[in-house]
C-alpha cells in the first residue's frame, strides 16, 4: 500500500506547477514562527527533485545567524546532522541528495524541518520507505515541522508502529476541509 501512495505522491508532486513559488510561501510560513525565531539550531535538508525548495531557507537561515545542520547519511544505514555554512562543500550520496563533505555533527536541534512525500490530518508522515529519520527522531526530543505542497495532503495514511507523527504540517495553502488558516498542528 505505502509503495504505491509513493509512486502516486511523488508523481502528483512532480508535475505540480509553480513549485518555486509555493516554496517560497512555505518558507515565509517557517520563518514566521515563534519556535523558528527562538531556535538558533536548526536541522534542515537539501531539497532535490521536486521536493518543496529549502535552499533559499538554508541560505537566509545562515545570514541570520542560526546554525544549520543537514542530513549525512552514514554508512547507508545511518543519519547523522551536520553543521554547514556557505563555504560548506557537498556531494550526492546514492539516493541523489546533497550531503556536507564534513563538518561538525550536531544531536540537540528544537526544531527539525523534515521531508515527506504526504501527511495526513493526524500528522502522520509518509517517507522515501527507508526509515532514516523515523529512526533518527524517535532518539530525540525536538519540534518536527514537515512541509509539503498542499496536494500533498490527504486525509489518512497507513501508519506502522516505527512511524514517527510531526507536530506541525506547513504548506504553501489553505486547507478548506479542515478550516485551518495556515497549519495543520
Avoid at 86 to 97: A, C, I, P, R, S
Avoid at 112 to 136: E, Q, S, T, V
Wanted: negative net charge; hydrophobic residues 35%; glycine residues 4%.
Amino acid at each position: 500500500m505505502k509503495k504505491e501512495l509513493r509512486q502516486e505522491f511523488t508523481y502528483l508532486r512532480d508535475n505540480l506547477d509553480n513549485r518555486y513559488e509555493k516554496s517560497l510561501t512555505i518558507k515565509r510560513k517557517i520563518m514566521n514562527l515563534d519556535i523558528y525565531k527562538r531556535s538558533l539550531d536548526i536541522a534542515l535538508y537539501y531539497s532535490i527533485r521536486s521536493e518543496v525548495d529549502t535552499k533559499e531557507l538554508i541560505k537566509e537561515s545562515l545570514s541570520l545567524g542560526k546554525r544549520v545542520y543537514l542530513p549525512k547519511i552514514i554508512n547507508d544505514k545511518k543519519m547523522k546532522f551536520i553543521l554547514v555554512n556557505e563555504d560548506t562543500l557537498y556531494q550526492k550520496n546514492n539516493f541523489g541528495v546533497m550531503e556536507p563533505i564534513s563538518g561538525d555533527v550536531g544531536s540537540d536541534f528544537p526544531l527539525m524541518i523534515i521531508p515527506g512525500l504526504a501527511f495526513d490530518k493526524d500528522n502522520n508522515r509518509l517517507g522515501y520507505g527507508r526509515g532514516y529519520y523515523d529512526n533518527y527522531l524517535k532518539n530525540i526530543d525536538t519540534y518536527k515541522i514537515g512541509i509539503c505542497f498542499h496536494e500533498q495532503l490527504t486525509t489518512s495514511l497507513p501508519i506502522e508502529k516505527n512511524d514517527i507523527k510531526m507536530d506541525l504540517i506547513i504548506t504553501d495553502e489553505v486547507d478548506d476541509d479542515e478550516k485551518k488558516v495556515i497549519y495543520w498542528e
